[in-house]
Each structure stands twice: as C-alpha cells, then as structure tokens.
C-alpha cells in the first residue's frame, strides 16, 4: 500500500518554514545620488529646498523608526518626481525601489500635507504688499488699481467613475476647471480646484469665497482683472467687446497687456509640473488635491528662487467664452463704472 502524505504539516514546522519573512528593501536616496542641478531635473527643487519642504509637512507623513515607510524625505522625492514628470507611479516608487501602492500613498500623504500649509503660502496680498502690487501691476502697461488677474485652466483627468457628465468640458474633454488669481511676478494669490469640468468659469467666481471677500473688502479702486467670461463689476474689470472711442481702445490695450502675466503663469505652472499637463489617472478628489499642493509648490518655488527648466510644454489656450449676461441694473451700473473709469485714465 502507498504511503499516506499528511494534509498538514505539524505546528513548529509550518511556524519556523512557512512564516511570511519581513523584507527590508534598499531604498535608493536621491539627495545621495545627484547634484542639485540633475535634483532640480527630476524633482523641480535642489538638495536644501527638498529639505525644507520636508520639515515643512513632516507632521502629516505617516514614519516612525519601527515602520516599514520610507523616511520623510524619500516620500517627498516620490511624489516631487510624479508632480514633476505626471509618469506613471509605479516608475516614480522603482527610483527609491518602493511599490505602487506605496508610491501612491506617499503622493496622497505629501499633497495633503502641502494643502494644510497653503495660506503661510497662497493668499491675496494686503497692506504694503498690495500697495506694492498695485505699483508692480500699473509699471506693465499703466492699468491702475489692478489687485490680482483671475482666469481658469483645465486640468485633464480619467473618465470618472461617478457623474462622468459633469466633468465634460466645453472642449470635449474631461476635466476639474481650476480658477486661479495670480500676481505680476507670477505668484498665485488664490486657487480654487473644486469644481468639474463643465461649470463655466463665472459661475465658479460666484459661488467661491475668494469672489465674495473681493466684493466685501475692496476699496473703490481696487480691482481684479478677468477675461470677457465674467460679469463685469466695479471690482471685476473685463475687456470692451466692441469698443468705439479712444479711452475704451486704450483700456482694452492696456487690459490686455496685464491680464496675459496670468495666462504665462499657467504656462510655467505647467511646464514645472507636468502631471498638469497630462491627464491625471485618479479620482477626482485626489486630482484636486494634486492641484492644489502643485500650487502651494509653485508659490515656494519661486520664493525660493529655483530655476525653472525651459521643457517644450505649451499650454491649452482657447479663445475666450462669450456669454450674453442679463443687462440688470447692478449691471448697468457697473458698465457705467467702467466708461468713467476708461475715460478718466485711458483718454490720452
């Protein structure tokens, strides 16, 4: 008779030849392997940047000396190197020789953590500053009073899973509409990812609480610039669409002249992060997040002065929408404000 083979192996041996080994694996440190001009390539930011941003959001990455994690900087280079390439996440974890799932939780951790310092980076200036903006924003073409430029950009996102309608944008293509208000040197003062790819850009300025801070706080004089999308205010100054007299041509000159600073921003946006570029490959609420630390990064960066890489990357520009807004007294009246405000400073 054959020999009969046990179903089961005895109980020390399947603890001591079975146990599932704890791997250890090698983590590959880049501030180690590169010069700060090649960290700057691949990352956007040098060896000392990269440290400060990681003291910065060390308090909401998930490390302690007894887990398996990578340390904080090494989390912080992952996701530098997806927001700066938008290549896939399982190449960015292989350069630290992590895996995908760990590469995508070390992106969400670092883009939440950079959402929770945005205003000690992203807000609209105040006091001297905004005098100073004032004067920086009047020396480009003589528009006085110019706060900030708002406009929208579209972000390209997957076919979202839930309402997929809504994410359709008047170009066919699915998308979060990102509204952003930016100064002369290029800075954001304020940006809004929330809201999906149809919803038109003056809507989004309506119901946002930078719009209705603008519309409580600014003086008289005070304005924000914006395309010939939104409904025009004394505090939200757009472009003639048919102009007929020599103030209203030069306004529309020197209108455009300034508010092009916010359209190059995008562009460097963009060309510093590409997975801006692209078309990110996550839900939503993770692109918005995305969106936003990329802002807060943007910010830094140019604070901090690092160089921006002139990559071939060009951002999406379309003509400006034309809408027919209701002519109701409030907006008269802003009409009426914009003609004195044209003649008084762009007749000569």
């Not at 400060?52 to 000396?65: G, R, S």
């Not at 929408?321 to 209701?326: C, R």
Request: proline share 5%; glycine share 6%.
């Amino acid at each position: 008779m054959a020999q009969m083979i046990p179903l089961f192996l005895p109980e020390e041996e399947t603890s001591s030849s079975m146990a599932r080994q704890r791997v250890f694996r090698d983590l590959n440190d880049p501030l180690d392997c590169y010069d700060d001009m090649e960290l700057v390539r691949r990352f956007r930011f040098s060896r000392a940047s990269i440290s400060k941003i990681t003291e910065l959001i060390a308090n909401y990455l998930n490390f302690t000396e007894r887990s398996c994690a990578a340390s904080p900087h090494l989390q912080v280079c992952v996701a530098l190197q997806f927001f700066a390439s938008g290549t896939f996440q399982i190449i960015c974890g292989d350069g630290i020789n992590v895996s995908q799932a760990s590469a995508s939780r070390y992106i969400r951790d670092v883009s939440l953590g950079l959402q929770a310092i945005y205003h000690q980076f992203v807000s609209l200036p105040a006091g001297l500053k905004r005098v100073e903006v004032k004067n920086k924003f009047c020396e480009i073409a003589h528009f006085p009073g110019v706060v900030g430029l708002v406009d929208g950009t579209h972000i390209r996102i997957q076919r979202p899973s839930e309402n997929e309608a809504d994410y359709i944008n008047r170009h066919f293509y699915h998308s979060i509409n990102v509204q952003a208000i930016c100064q002369p040197d290029g800075m954001f003062s304020d940006v809004l990812a929330r809201f999906p790819g149809s919803v038109h850009d003056s809507r989004i300025w309506k119901n946002s609480g930078v719009g209705m801070h603008v519309e409580n706080t600014f003086s008289i004089g005070e304005h924000i610039l914006g395309d010939s999308g939104y409904m025009m205010r004394p505090y939200l100054l757009t472009p003639y669409r048919q102009p007929i007299s020599t103030p209203q041509f030069n306004y529309n000159y020197a209108h455009k002249r300034t508010r092009v600073i916010v359209e190059q921003t995008f562009g460097r946006w963009k060309r510093r992060f590409h997975c801006l570029h692209g078309e990110l490959r996550m839900s939503p609420d993770k692109v918005c997040s995305i969106i936003v630390a990329c802002a807060v990064l943007h910010n830094i960066a140019i604070q901090w002065k690092q160089p921006l890489l002139e990559d071939e990357v060009s951002d999406d520009s379309y003509p400006d929408d034309v809408l027919d807004f209701e002519e109701t007294v409030g907006h008269l009246a802003s009409k009426h404000y914009r003609d004195q405000f044209s003649i008084h400073n762009f007749s000569n």
